[in-house]
């Protein structure tokens, strides 16, 4: 099992930006695909950007393409999620997710991964 700790959340005004972290344990970092997903207060959890092992494949939801970047270090076991031109309907508890091996497939499904970290709030005032 690998442990994920996600950071970087706060409150934001519209239009403006923020940086998630998302720092995992273990030596095999580079053998994971990692996720970020969010879910709002009544809505189930979505899909929001993916990036495999060694980064050269990334993935994004349709509502975020264009605004947000997904990236990692491997040298430092860390994914990040950039996340500029914020909107009202960004805000949500975002989550840290990984799999060993591949993204299974475009815009992944919770079901996809086994690790999860407990969620950082980003909430963006209009």
């Known amino acids: 099992q690998v442990q994920l700790v996600e950071s970087g959340g706060g409150l934001v005004q519209a239009g403006g930006s923020l940086r998630l972290s998302c720092a995992a344990s273990g030596r095999t970092f580079s053998s994971l695909a990692m996720g970020w997903f969010r879910q709002a207060p009544g809505k189930e959890r979505e899909f929001v950007a993916g990036i495999t092992g060694g980064g050269g494949t990334t993935d994004y939801a349709d509502s975020v393409k264009g605004r947000f970047t997904i990236s990692r270090d491997n040298a430092k076991n860390t994914v990040y999620l950039q996340m500029n031109s914020l909107k009202p309907e960004d805000t949500a508890a975002y989550y840290c997710?990984?799999?060993?091996?591949?993204?299974?497939?475009?815009?992944?499904?919770?079901?996809?991964?086994?690790?999860w970290g407990q969620g950082t709030q980003v909430t963006v005032s209009s």
């Open positions: 997710a990984a799999r060993f091996g591949a993204l299974l497939r475009a815009h992944s499904r919770s079901a996809d991964f086994g690790s």
